[in-house]
């Protein structure tokens, strides 16, 4: 990275988020997953008007355009703007963390600009290993996982029977392991916490890892703020239960997880990602389909 940004990069990074607004409010217009977004918005805010939950889904649609071009463009960012545009709450608990050799688990969800918090963080240095789900073959594909190495990301892609170990290894190397806790699960690999009082299927990775490893586990959020900057949240370390009943201990970790990002959502419901069906996986036996997102 170079110290100082040239005048062409800044007029560059502006236009690109004003065009990436653009695209956002063509996509809402165009009706693009608009109905998975109410849908799903009616699940968690029933009190809300629906003139103010499409308000929350087109806001939910220009972050989102805003966004992408802000993550293509993070490799090229230099410490100049690193240290400018993004300001730190807790960050010095992580890295006491860090400071004792071992690794670290933050979690967070798709929230605000969460693409980011992995790639400027491992700019800035921190070993960062993300966990995330197979994405099909495409250009976009291979283009968004390219950003993450150019940062200097690695990317674990969780497979059956192999993520636990891959993710013991990062963590044994002394690695920030990130864990995006609000993807939806198949059945078979789920635990059900509540997201907005409705049963949400869940990875119990992180969970299992602390209790079987002893790993500290924070939980971060990256808000969006004017000028393209950004405020970093950084909670933790969070207390692990140790009851003895494991399944009981996983379930409650996770509950806590899920109740401080749904925290966030209801503080700033148009930073969260409503395009994704985070209901719809159901628990055995319930019946029927969890709400219209489902």
Not at 9 to 30: P, Y
Not at 32 to 50: G, M
Not at 232 to 260: H, Y
């Amino acid at each position: 990275m170079t110290d100082r940004p040239g005048p062409l990069a800044r007029v560059e990074r502006a236009a690109l988020r004003g065009l990436g607004e653009f695209v956002g409010v063509l996509a809402w217009l165009l009706r693009v997953r608009r109905r998975v977004v109410l849908a799903n918005l009616r699940l968690a805010f029933p009190q809300l008007s629906e003139r103010e939950r499409r308000r929350i889904g087109k806001k939910c649609y220009v972050n989102l355009g805003r966004m992408a071009p802000e993550f293509l463009l993070a490799p090229r960012l230099t410490t100049a703007e690193i240290d400018r545009f993004f300001d730190y709450d807790g960050f010095d608990r992580l890295e006491a963390e860090r400071a004792r050799g071992r690794g670290v688990i933050v979690c967070t969800g798709h929230f605000g600009h969460f693409e980011m918090l992995a790639a400027v963080h491992a700019l800035k240095g921190i070993p960062i290993t993300m966990i995330t789900r197979p994405m099909g073959r495409s250009r976009l594909n291979d283009l968004w996982r390219g950003t993450r190495a150019r940062a200097g990301v690695e990317d674990l892609i969780a497979r059956k029977g192999e993520t636990l170990k891959a993710a013991r290894r990062a963590l044994a190397a002394g690695r920030v392991l990130g864990y995006v806790i609000d993807q939806n699960q198949p059945a078979r690999r789920a635990i059900f916490p509540r997201f907005f009082g409705v049963p949400a299927a869940t990875s119990a990775t992180p969970a299992v890892l602390a209790l079987r490893t002893g790993t500290p586990v924070f939980f971060a959020v990256a808000l969006p703020l004017d000028g393209g900057r950004h405020r970093v949240v950084i909670e933790g370390p969070l207390a692990v239960p140790t009851s003895g009943r494991r399944d009981e201990d996983v379930l409650a970790f996770t509950q806590d997880l899920n109740d401080r990002l749904e925290r966030w959502v209801r503080a700033y419901p148009e930073q969260w990602y409503w395009l994704h069906r985070r209901w719809k996986t159901r628990p055995s036996g319930e019946g029927g389909r969890g709400g219209g997102a489902a």
